[in-house]
């Protein structure tokens, strides 16, 4: 069974101590709300398990794998690519998860793209409500009178 297929196996079965088993203890996320990756086993772990808990009917519909280079070092590394469908909020969610290995097959960096804007926006609400619930990300202060408003709010 590949990383990969265990990673899945891992999402598909809500087992977060499997997935903890095969991230890097540097794992970088790449999340489509957030500029700057989640980084750190301990953050991602969080992470997956708010998501676990906000996507609905979640469920992998294929399955690529190759090699792609990484968005931190830009090295070629053994890769896969799982697409995705879910549901969000009541708004159909389509999307893929890039995983990319280490020599030991355990997920270095992980990049999700998901489509449509919509979705995108309700995920990113769910996701940072989420995170906030569990402590893991500051609640955003409140903009003062006037102030512009920012692209990124701190956990997204």
Known sequence: MTAADRFRAGVDNRDLAALDDLFTEDVRL??????????GKRMVLGLF????????????????????????????????????RATVDGRQIHGMDLLHFDDEGRIKEFTVMVRPQSAVHALGEA????????????????????ARPTAEAPGR
Do not use: Q, W
Request: negative net charge; contains cysteine; charged residues 15%.
């Open 30 to 39: 790449y999340s489509p709300v957030k500029f700057t990756p989640f980084e």
């Open 49 to 84: 398990g708010v998501l676990l808990r906000t996507f609905e009917d979640f469920r992998y519909v294929g399955h690529c794998a190759g090699t792609a280079e990484t968005s931190a070092d830009g090295v070629e590394c053994p890769s896969a690519v799982l697409l995705f």
């Open 127 to 146: 996701v940072l409500a989420g995170l906030i619930a569990d402590g893991l990300v500051p609640a955003p202060l409140a903009p003062e009178p006037g």
